[in-house]
């Protein structure tokens, strides 16, 4: 059973930073792409960064491009969002998911963890 267990996220100020994990047990993942996916009230889910974890494809959403950097480590199965230089706009939960390369669909979700950036 895949599980996924998001940490890291609370309230910051405008222009702060903050990181975020997600550490992930039972599933080798060399064939998974792992993605950081965001949901702010009254907006679309909007994928914010993703990694294949076993190659070096990186994306980034135009939103957060320069801002936001996608990691993982790959010993202790964990992956990271490094947020800096936040907005109001980055309020949102966030989630850590993982789904099979060559899907649309993401099929392993986290429970989230909320980002409150103030101005």
């Known amino acids: 059973q895949v599980q996924l267990v998001e940490s890291g996220g609370g309230s910051v100020q405008a222009g702060g930073s903050l990181r975020l994990s997600c550490k992930i047990s039972?599933?080798?993942?060399?064939?998974?792409?792992m993605g950081w996916i965001r949901q702010a009230p009254g907006k679309e889910r909007e994928t914010v960064a993703a990694?294949?974890?076993?190659?070096?494809?990186?994306y980034y959403a135009d939103s957060v491009k320069g801002r936001f950097t996608i990691s993982k480590d790959d010993a202790n199965k964990v992956g990271y969002l490094q947020m800096y230089n936040v907005k109001p706009e980055d309020t949102a939960v966030y989630y850590c998911?993982?789904?099979?390369?060559?899907?649309?669909?993401?099929?392993?979700w986290g429970q989230g963890t909320q980002v409150t950036v103030s101005s």
């Open positions: 990694v294949t974890w076993s190659g070096h494809n990186i």
């Open positions: 998911a993982l789904k099979p390369r060559g899907e649309n669909k993401y099929s392993h």
């Open positions: 039972g599933r080798t993942l060399s064939l998974y792409v």
